[in-house]
């Protein structure tokens, strides 16, 4: 079995379809390429490649998480038609405080 393979030698998924969409969040401009995508899951501690990226950019497509727009002959931006979950433990903070007007700090 290869580094990064399972038993049935495909590849697992060590970087969740959540991370790639925080890097939406963390970046300024909301149109991304799959370089700049690959570039900020590293901020993270994340390593894809650029076509790993774009495959699962294209997988997230298909179920209406991001979408695309080609911007010339063999550019493609991607944006998060959807934001990040909350961790469990902001959730939950932010939950507590639907009905009060604290929202100072979370």
Same mark, same amino acid.
């Given at each position: 079995? /290869?580094?990064?393979? $399972? ?8 970087? &969740? #379809? ?10 300024? $401009?909301?149109?991304? &390429?799959?370089? #700049? ?20 950019? #294209?997988?997230?497509? =298909?179920?209406?998480?991001? /979408? ?12 998060? =038609?959807?934001?990040? #979950? ?12 639907? =009905?009060?007007?604290?929202? /100072?700090?979370?």
């Amino acid at each position: 079995m /290869s580094q990064g393979r $399972d038993d049935t030698g495909r590849f697992e998924e060590t970087v &969740t #379809e959540q991370e790639i969409l925080k890097v939406f969040d963390y970046e300024d $401009d909301p149109v991304l &390429t799959t370089s #700049e995508v690959a570039e900020g899951l590293q901020r993270f501690g994340k390593h894809m490649t650029s076509e790993g990226v774009r495959n699962r950019l #294209e997988a997230m497509a =298909e179920t209406g998480l991001v /979408s695309r727009k080609k911007l010339g002959a063999r550019a493609v931006g991607w944006w998060a =038609e959807v934001a990040p #979950e909350l961790d469990p433990e902001t959730a939950e903070t932010v939950d507590a405080r639907k =009905e009060s007007d604290e929202w /100072s700090e979370l």
